[in-house]
């Protein structure tokens, strides 16, 4: 087809969320006929990403600043707090525009059957900013999966000598579902109708 450069770029791209082998060659193949339109400025904007994007301390959110855009908003309600398995739902649920507060990212869930255990989620950040006072609730929107409904179950007990509301995600939520493949109106309706846990 072409030479080791196209192969590689083929095969990189290939890799990406989406994208197969044949999504893979018609991408390359649309760069390749305008390189100077299409293909170098991507490549600066991924040098330029690559070195600025780094995740928030405060939250975990992948941001240029640090803290980020969110956690230095003014307009925020600092005093909701709503955790996230990862960077995808928080971008799902800003997209949704349906949250006022802050997030915290937790990196992943529980997983016996791949060997997640509590150490190897961002807890601990969640844990101080709760203690520091000011926090008056925390929304555990995580997936309605087995893994989140144990990470769900797990983070409630460590919230709950803090004496914050705790809540979930209510309805629209399918089991099985990821928040960051869910549509606005979905993600809006599941958010507002939180339950109490």
């Keep these: 087809m072409g030479g080791p450069e ?21 991408a390359a193949l ?7 339109a299409r293909m170098l400025p991507l490549a600066v904007a991924l040098a330029r990403a690559a070195e ?12 240029s600043r640090d803290p980020c855009s969110i956690c230095t908003d003014p307009q925020r309600d600092r005093s909701i707090v709503c ?30 059957l791949s060997g997640i255990g509590p150490e190897d989620l961002n807890v601990a950040p969640l844990l101080s900013r709760v203690a520091e006072g000011g926090v008056s609730e925390v929304i ?23 004496h914050v509301e705790v809540s979930s995600l209510a309805q629209g ?21 939180r339950r109490r846990l």
């Design 173 to 193: 939520v399918p089991m099985g579902g990821a928040l960051d493949v869910l549509d606005d109106g979905t993600l809006a309706t599941a958010l507002r109708a």
């Design 83 to 112: 955790v996230v398995e990862g960077v995808g739902d928080l971008w799902a649920l800003e997209r949704a525009r349906v949250h006022p507060g802050l997030y915290h990212v937790l990196g992943g869930t529980l997983s016996a």
């Design 140 to 162: 555990l929107a995580l997936g309605a999966t087995v893994d989140g409904a144990t990470t769900t179950h797990w983070l409630m007990d460590r919230l709950r000598p803090f």
């Design 30 to 36: 649309r760069m390749l006929q305008q390189p100077e």
């Design 52 to 63: 600025a994007v780094k995740p928030c301390a405060d939250c975990g959110n992948l941001d």
């Design 6 to 26: 196209i192969e590689t770029l083929i095969a990189l791209l290939a890799k990406l969320p989406g994208m197969g082998p044949r999504s893979a060659r018609r």
